[in-house]
Nanobody, 124 residues
Framework: QVQLVESGGGLVQAGGSLRLSCAAS????????MGWFRQAPGKEREFVAA????????TYADSVKGRFTISRENAKNTVNLQMNTLKPEDTAVYYC?????????????????WGQGTQVTVSS
């Protein structure tokens, strides 16, 4: 079984930055993509960003392009999400996910493992 644990969430003012990390343990899923999703109260979980195994291919939701950067450190089994120029609309619980496939995907059905989430709150 693969376990994913997010950290780095918190309260930040609009325009500020946060860096989320996801630590993976258990069975290895070497060669597969990783992603970040988020869910605000009363809304469905939505895609944020994803990255390939090599780190050379990424994809982002339109709402975060130019502000968020996803990266991974495979030797440490860690995926990061650097969030800059945060907006109140970014407020949500952020989830790390491990994919079944190697290509970064925005589709939830391509992810088989999920973390418990970390809260990000952006105040105005």
């Amino acid at each position: 079984q693969v376990q994913l644990v997010e950290s780095g969430g918190g309260l930040v003012q609009a325009g500020g930055s946060l860096r989320l990390s996801c630590a993976a343990s258990g069975r290895t899923f070497s060669g597969y993509a990783m992603g970040w999703f988020r869910q605000a109260p009363g809304k469905e979980r939505e895609f944020v960003a994803a990255i390939s195994w090599s780190g050379g291919s990424t994809t982002y939701a339109d709402s975060v392009k130019g502000r968020f950067t996803i990266s991974r450190e495979n030797a440490k089994n860690t995926v990061n999400l650097q969030m800059n120029t945060l907006k109140p609309e970014d407020t949500a619980v952020y989830y790390c996910a491990a994919s079944w496939i190697a290509t970064p995907s925005s589709q939830r059905y391509n992810y088989g493992y999920w973390g418990q989430g970390t809260q990000v709150t952006v105040s105005s």
